[in-house]
T-cell receptor
Framework: GDSVTQMEGPVTLSEEAFLTINCTYTATGYPSLFWYVQYPGEGLQLLLKATKADDKGSNKGFEATYRKETTSFHLEKGSVQVSDSAVYFCALTGAGGTSYGKLTFGQGTILTVHP | AAGVIQSPRHLIKEKRETATLKCYPIPRHDTVYWYQQGPGQDPQFLISFYEKMQSDKGSIPDRFSAQQFSDYHSELNMSSLELGDSALYFC?????????????FGEGSWLTVV
């Protein structure tokens, strides 16, 4: 079945540091890929998405490129802020006839940014 | 812009009781999804509805049932509650016809079973 693997966390950075959170996936067909963010005590918010190979999703300074050859969708940000502290989930859907919206999530990566 | 509305936001029930969660999708969205997120876990897909018909089913216990009504809102009914049902329950909505459509999540309903 489909699966998503994220780098093991938690990740702790100083403000303005460079962020990379690795995400790789296993799926049949051509899934759509997403990054969701969950701030403490809140729901899931879509951060960015990519629906086909080589697409780059970007939002709020975060970027991720859909790499089919390496089955990866790594999240990056050039300069993190304290307000970026949250849990980040990589997810996929739509692969191999799966009902779109039936998201398969990675285990989540806790990011803590210190001033 | 209108978002996915879930109610109640917090719910405390005793073992063996029944709970009902409600979800109001974004206007004009025709597909609703339910997810369960246990403490420290990633969200797990439970069930989805498209145009008021069940479209997909995941790891939903037999004690749970759900439906989508004519106004597109959805309800998740959970009976014979167990301690392990304590979790954050998310509802999400989208326009199913467009593969590239964004899936929007509500803020979730916290269920605590004591």
């Amino acid at each position: 079945g489909d699966s998503v693997t994220q780098m093991e966390g938690p990740v702790t950075l100083s403000e303005e540091a460079f962020l990379t959170i690795n995400c790789t996936y296993t799926a049949t067909g051509y899934p759509s890929l997403f990054w969701y963010v969950q701030y403490p005590g809140e729901g899931l918010q879509l951060l960015l998405k990519a629906t086909k190979a080589d697409d780059k999703g970007s939002n709020k300074g975060f970027e991720a490129t859909y790499r089919k050859e390496t089955t990866s969708f790594h999240l990056e940000k050039g300069s993190v802020q304290v307000s970026d502290s949250a849990v980040y989930f990589c997810a996929l859907t739509g692969a191999g006839g799966t009902s779109y919206g039936k998201l398969t999530f990675g285990q989540g990566t806790i990011l803590t940014v210190h001033p | 812009a209108a978002g996915v509305i879930q109610s109640p936001r917090h719910l405390i029930k005793e073992k063996r009781e029944t709970a009902t969660l409600k979800c109001y999708p974004i206007p004009r969205h025709d597909t609703v999804y339910w997810y369960q997120q246990g403490p420290g876990q990633d969200p797990q897909f439970l069930i989805s509805f498209y145009e008021k018909m069940q479209s997909d089913k995941g790891s939903i216990p037999d004690r749970f049932s759900a439906q989508q009504f004519s106004d597109y809102h959805s309800e998740l009914n959970m009976s014979s509650l167990e301690l392990g049902d304590s979790a954050l329950y998310f509802c999400a909505s989208s326009l199913d016809w467009d593969k590239g459509a964004t899936i929007y999540f509500g803020e979730g309903s916290w269920l605590t079973v004591v």
